[in-house]
Nanobody, 125 residues
Framework: QVQLVESGGRLIQTGGSLRLSCAAS????????MAWFRQVPGKDRQFVAA????????YYGDSVRGRFTISKDSAANTMYLQLSSLNSEDTAVYYC??????????????????WGQGTQVTVSS
């Protein structure tokens, strides 16, 4: 069983930068990929970015490509999301997720096995 704990969310001004962290513990040997999703009330969870644990390949959602950067520290079992050029549309609860080996696209939330509790990012002008 994998446990995920996010941190780093806070109130930040438009145009600012922020780094989120996700610490994994437990059965991390079975993780194939980890990802960030975000959600606002009344909407589905949105794919933000993902990273494959074995080769560091990264993938981004269209709305954040070029502004956000996903990375990981394998030794520390920690994943990061660097957010920059933030705007009000980035306001959401950001969730960390991890999945076992799967044939399905990394952007599909349904196929992630483990989830963190979420961390709130609020972008204010």
């Amino acid at each position: 069983q994998v446990q995920l704990v996010e941190s780093g969310g806070r109130l930040i001004q438009t145009g600012g930068s922020l780094r989120l962290s996700c610490a994994a513990s437990g059965g991390t040997f079975e993780i194939e990929a980890m990802a960030w999703f975000r959600q606002v009330p009344g909407k589905d969870r949105q794919f933000v970015a993902a990273i494959r644990w074995s080769n560091d390949m990264t993938y981004y959602g269209d709305s954040v490509r070029g502004r956000f950067t996903i990375s990981k520290d394998s030794a520390a079992n920690t994943m990061y999301l660097q957010l920059s050029s933030l705007n009000s549309e980035d306001t959401a609860v950001y969730y960390c997720a991890a999945r076992k080996l799967s044939i399905y696209p990394l952007s599909y939330a349904t196929y992630y096995n483990y989830w963190g509790q979420g961390t709130q990012v609020t972008v204010s002008s």
